[in-house]
């Protein structure tokens, strides 16, 4: 193990974790509801097309949804069930969007699945493999492994980068993942070093997490050979440590600039549950269907992190966990940092949920904001040295189009800003303005 | 801004033993109204009241210490309208302010009130007679600030008043001089502004441009010759302390950056040398202030933080943007 803790320079915070939570719970196979609602966009761009009709029967793992352009990944059916309507389902971001709803056949006996060997197969064999399972990135914007996987011509990678950071508070999915299935992480990522035609492998997870920092390094030297050095990298506790540039600085030494992409460095990198899902897609040809979520915050009975299928509701989350609190203020889907707030809990999980949320108001701000007093802790904390206070200065004077000189379009949107500011000023909203307002003047 | 407040809290308790108990009627006088004209203020331009912010506070208090002690009760009204009315809130309110209010009501007094702000100084209590005040016996009991001394009669004129440097720096240093009410205690000043850098509320960059810039031009340029100012006693005198690390250190009305904040404290340094060696006041820190303070845009203009992304990334932005 790797006793230096490595950090990026610029920037971050240091909020408080409540990792505590759900830091000690085993992952828990939730019991499938009665129904599920399938999403057919799950990942970035066009989303599926169905591939069911009404009244069909299908088996569990079954393809519901298929692309035929653009670089989308097929979705598929978490258990047997008969296809009770095409409809529209509750969507965080979207409000709504096109989905499949399934009933849930509960007589059926849940798949069992075997491993396979797959050291034979070739680099477009296995990618094919994790194409065809339906890996999306965990992240969140959904983005479909395989292509990741997939440098773009030229660019020479010599390194893979796997993010066991999370450094979200409240999360601890991945957490629980590397400590309970190390095994299939690490050969989730000997498939990815196989896939790049590369040998060197670096996870970096925080210092919050020893138990799993020792867990992956015992089973990465149980691994480790000629054709996959893994090695565990120990990183300073600091948000947004995660972040996919700050975490290659940390990690490598190497800065990704602002359009570049970290092929042009060098470097892949993919998260740790989705090196798990890797290993399950090629090893045991299992679907992306299910996955591991953090329900978490003082506003839930029982926190707790649970294995559900793809299309879930929160409600039935909700009624499986003993219900919410009273005290309960805010329902959100992903970390509190960069996650959505939503309205509704008939909202279904998707690939990219890695966490809900039930926030009580001592969790949550509900201050009025007040006007910028330029004290300047936004452009300390801001890891990719943006200036949030003059950007938001400039939406609220109507002038989010002029904000380019102060780095709009390289935000990330990790909130450290909103998180420092005095005035508690709502400053990722005002950049995502000044970028909407950007892109349409871009498109004229 | 609380904190800030608090870390004044000390000045304030000081002069009163220095001065007698109407520093303490004075600062109040200027503190509440402060705090009225901006509800005041804010009601008229049906914006939301904001005084719990403690900001308009700690204007008041800033406003009272550059005073002297021995002005009328009343005249911290007039310069608290100029500073939060006119300085503050017709400029668009906190946050928008190009001027450091607190100076603008001072520069104001000073060009309203000349005969009682360069005259009405007080010599520190012997007798820890505080509240003579209360008895009316101040009249007619006036003194001289070292640095009245030092532009009138240079280096000389200071020694028969206060003795030999290797004595007052040490006196001065604890608030015992004529002064304003809250610029006379280097060692509490300093305090306080530790305090707020040790919190991270403030960076050291200012107060030490400010400090260095004014020890170090005056040592070349204050003396009867070349390299003959004494620099010790140009940070111990007027308001430069004060100024260094309450006022110039303001968020609204100085930049963010360190190497802008380095630049806008020399500025301020060296213009507050210049007015006090050349200029036709004594002391210069709050014009020096109110000079820098509008280039402040500038200065972030010129010292932008550096970007992740890298700078050449960011001139192909801002060339293929075409904003500005």
Not at chain 1, 147 to 166: F, H, M, Q, R, Y
Not at chain 2, 38 to 58: F, H, N, P, W, Y
Not at chain 2, 61 to 68: E, G, K, Q, T
Request: glycine content about 10%; charged content about 15%; some cysteine.
């Amino acid at each position: 193990m790797n006793a230096t803790v490595l950090t990026f320079p610029k920037g971050g915070i240091h909020p408080p974790d409540y990792k505590s939570l759900t830091a000690e719970m085993v992952i828990e196979p939730m019991p499938t509801p009665t129904s599920l609602e399938l999403i057919l966009g799950q990942h970035i761009g066009v989303p599926c097309s169905p591939v069911v009709a009404k009244k069909d029967k299908v088996a569990e793992g079954a393809l519901v949804g298929e692309v035929t352009k653009g670089m989308g990944v097929p979705l598929h059916a978490p258990v047997a069930g008969t296809v009770s309507n095409l409809t529209e389902s509750a969507h965080p971001i979207q409000v709504s969007s096109p989905s499949v709803i399934l009933r849930v056949n509960k007589k059926e006996e849940p798949k069992s699945y075997q491993s396979s060997d797959w050291s034979g197969l070739s680099p477009d064999e296995l990618r094919e493999k994790i194409h065809l399972a339906g890996i999306v990135g965990i992240g969140g914007a959904g983005f479909p492994a395989h292509v990741k996987l997939t440098p773009p011509p030229g660019s020479k990678i010599d390194t893979l980068v796997l993010n066991g950071a999370e450094c979200e508070p409240y999360l601890t999915a991945d957490h629980r993942q590397m400590i309970e299935h190390p095994d299939q992480v690490i050969e989730g990522a000997r498939i990815i070093l196989s896939i790049l035609g590369i040998t060197e492998c670096l996870v970096g997870i925080e210092n919050n997490k020893p138990d799993a920092i020792a867990a992956m390094s015992s089973e990465a030297e149980k691994q480790t050979s000629a054709e996959a050095r893994i090695e565990i990298k120990t990183l300073e506790v600091k948000y947004p440590q995660g972040a996919e540039k700050q975490l290659i600085q940390s990690v490598t030494g190497r800065r990704v600039a602002s359009q570049g992409l970290p092929a042009d460095h060098g470097v892949i990198v993919q998260n740790v549950s989705t090196a798990r899902a890797i290993f399950e897609a090629v090893a045991l040809d299992k679907p992306y269907y299910e996955k591991v979520v953090t329900i978490s915050g003082k506003g839930i009975a029982r926190p707790a992190n649970l294995l559900v299928k793809v299309g879930t509701l929160v409600k039935d989350i909700v009624t499986h966990l003993g219900g919410t609190t009273e005290e309960l203020a805010k329902v959100v889907l992903g970390g509190p940092m960069m996650g959505f707030a939503v309205s509704t809990l008939d909202i279904p999980i998707t690939k990219t949920t890695s966490s809900i949320l039930f926030l009580t108001r001592d969790e949550i701000d509900t201050d009025l904001f007040s006007n910028c007093i330029r004290c300047g802790r936004c452009v300390e904390a801001c890891p990719m040295g943006l200036q949030p206070n003059e950007i938001g200065v400039y939406v609220e004077a109507s002038q989010g189009e002029n904000t380019t000189k102060f780095g709009t379009m390289e935000c990330f949107e990790c909130g450290c800003c909103a998180y420092v500011c005095p005035s508690k000023r709502p400053l990722v909203q005002f950049i995502r303005m000044a970028k909407s307002q950007l892109k349409r003047r871009a498109a004229g | 801004m609380w904190i800030v407040a608090a870390c004044l809290l000390p000045v304030l308790l000081l002069s009163v033993v220095v001065f007698g108990v109407q520093t303490l009627l004075i600062t109040a006088v200027s503190v509440i109204s402060c705090v009225v004209v901006e509800a005041l203020s804010q009601k008229g331009m049906k914006r939301r009241i904001t005084i719990s912010d403690g900001s308009a506070v700690v204007t008041g208090m800033l406003l009272a210490f550059v005073i002297p002690p021995g002005v009328p009760l009343w005249l911290p009204i007039l310069g608290a309208v100029m500073a939060i009315y006119i300085g503050k809130h017709l400029l668009g309110g906190i946050g928008y302010n190009i001027f450091n209010p607190a100076m603008l009501g001072r520069a104001f007094l000073m060009a309203t009130f000349p005969v009682a702000m360069t005259t009405a100084w007080l010599p520190p209590l012997e007798d820890g007679a505080i509240f003579s005040f209360l008895s009316g016996s101040l009249d007619g009991v006036t003194a001289a600030t070292p640095l009245y001394l030092l532009s009138h009669g240079g280096m000389e004129a200071v020694i028969n008043e206060f003795g030999q440097p290797g004595d007052f720096y040490a006196t001065f240093f604890l608030g015992w001089r004529p002064g304003s009410i809250g610029e006379t205690s280097g060692l509490l000043i300093l305090l306080g502004g530790l305090y707020l850098i040790y919190r991270k509320f403030i960076t050291w960059h200012t107060p030490v441009a400010v400090l260095s810039t004014i020890a170090l031009l005056t040592w070349i340029f204050g003396g009867e010759s070349w390299f003959g100012g004494d620099p010790l006693l140009a940070i111990l005198s007027g308001g430069a302390m004060l100024g260094a690390f309450f006022i110039a250190t303001d968020y609204v009305t100085s930049p963010m950056g360190p190497r802008a904040k380095l630049i806008f404290g020399a500025g301020v340094g060296a213009l507050t040398v210049l007015i006090r060696i050349k200029g036709g006041y004594p002391e210069g820190i709050n014009y020096a202030i109110l000079l820098m303070n509008p280039l402040t845009p500038s200065l972030e203009e010129w010292f932008r933080p550096e970007r992740f992304a890298g700078p050449k990334v960011i001139e192909e932005e801002e060339g293929s943007s075409g904003d500005e």
